[in-house]
């Protein structure tokens, strides 16, 4: 279940335009806490136990998109805007984009032959 919260999480931060935020608060929404087992027993038990697991799962799951998501996606994709598409923010495979790029620069520098 907990996966399928942070897809969701993953994919609402892929969909940001290029001025979006995401509120941790909004990621953890259906997150369930008695699935982490490996979290449950290092905490002492009292009332507020619940909300101290929620907050620790948030602050994971801020840690995890963050960090890791963010950091998978730089490295796989080039993140870009294009004309008369707004704030969308368009993912190229790095491998894509340098052909584009090479493209590009072969139709606007022109050629010296010697």
């Known amino acids: 279940h907990n996966e399928g919260v942070f897809n969701r999480a993953v994919r609402q931060y892929i969909t940001l335009g290029r001025h979006g935020t995401l509120a ?3 990621c953890c929404e259906g997150l369930q806490t008695d699935g982490c087992r490996w979290l449950r027993a290092k ?4 009332p507020n136990r619940h909300q101290l697991l929620q907050r620790l799962v948030c602050r994971l799951m801020a840690f995890l998109l963050e960090r890791v998501a963010a950091a998978l996606i730089r490295s796989a994709f080039y993140c870009t805007e294009r004309e008369g598409h707004g704030h969308t923010v368009f ?5 894509v984009w340098g052909r584009v790029q090479r493209l590009v620069l072969q ?5 010296h032959t010697a």
Do not use: D, I, K, T
Not at 43 to 46: C, D, I, M, N, R
Not at 107 to 111: A, G, S
């Open 107 to 111: 139709q606007h520098v022109p050629h």
């Open 43 to 46: 905490l002492p038990a009292g």
């Open 24 to 26: 941790v608060r909004q």
């Open 91 to 95: 993912f190229y495979p790095h491998a």
